[in-house]
């Protein structure tokens, strides 16, 4: 798939068939979000792939939307330095924010569809998934064949995102 | 180019030749970051694409590491509310993060390659750019032409990432 198509027909898919995703296709998936660029190359990021169903189904307990993650072939922690911290530069979460969308489009190249889930109950994610209290983990991808094929041809909303001459200004605001 | 070529293939740029960005190559940038995903669709961002020569020649001083932006065809500073509010939720930088990652592998798959900087001098940005006090500049990103050609074919550095076996986890940390 053509990175331009890639990046225009992207959709979130919350909802995923049983078809597993298979060891290569996760393994290009985690490897797109390792290639990513980061601040001074610091690369301050660890993915936990998650496939076990039984956890699966916990994960869909770390916040108000995440049930998704239940019903995903496979999820992706993405876990870094606490983001929170005091002397915490924006840059621990801006790379992962690139990180992850090399993931997704990687995904959606493959055929797999991705959504995006925040841990709002940081207890049960750290309990779950075992990282280290020095680290954090905001978000957690779902990723999976989507149980309606048509999801990965729909067309975009009309105004589902705000029009360019909305967003962008020239030389100043 | 292909999605996953893109991701693997895609190397930070910082000197670029007088080749110009031309208006359709910019606006398919530009359409990249706003075409990106965000928390509740809240679209949290602004664009200001900057050609002026003068305007990108003072834009170098935003930083320590950021004369690349002075040699840019184009600069796009990422604009949001300000992620240091007390009630701002990560998610305004992740999903720039996500954004920023669009524009750079599109133009990247159009032969423009990208480098971003990080903005320390904030009264510079803000007076060279004009946006509100109620928002933020943290990152701008130069694109141009690569004044070596040779940058855009160029092997990975060994070792300039993390081994995968390094940065990924099974089922828990």
Partial sequence: MEVLAAIDTLRTVRRFSDRPVDPDALRTILDAGRRAGSSKNLQRWAFIAVRDR????????????????????VAVALVTPDPRAADAPLSIVFDVGRAAENMVLAAWALG??????????????RRLLGYPASHHCEYILSFGYPADPADLVRPNRARGRRRLEE????DRW
Same sequence: chains 1, 2.
């Fill in 54 to 73: 039984a956890l699966l189904g916990e994960l869909g307990a770390v916040g108000p939307w995440a049930n998704h993650l239940s019903g995903a072939a």
């Fill in 112 to 125: 797999i569809g991705s959504c995006p889930a925040t841990v709002y109950e940081q207890d049960v994610a």
């Fill in 167 to 170: 967003i962008v200004h020239h």
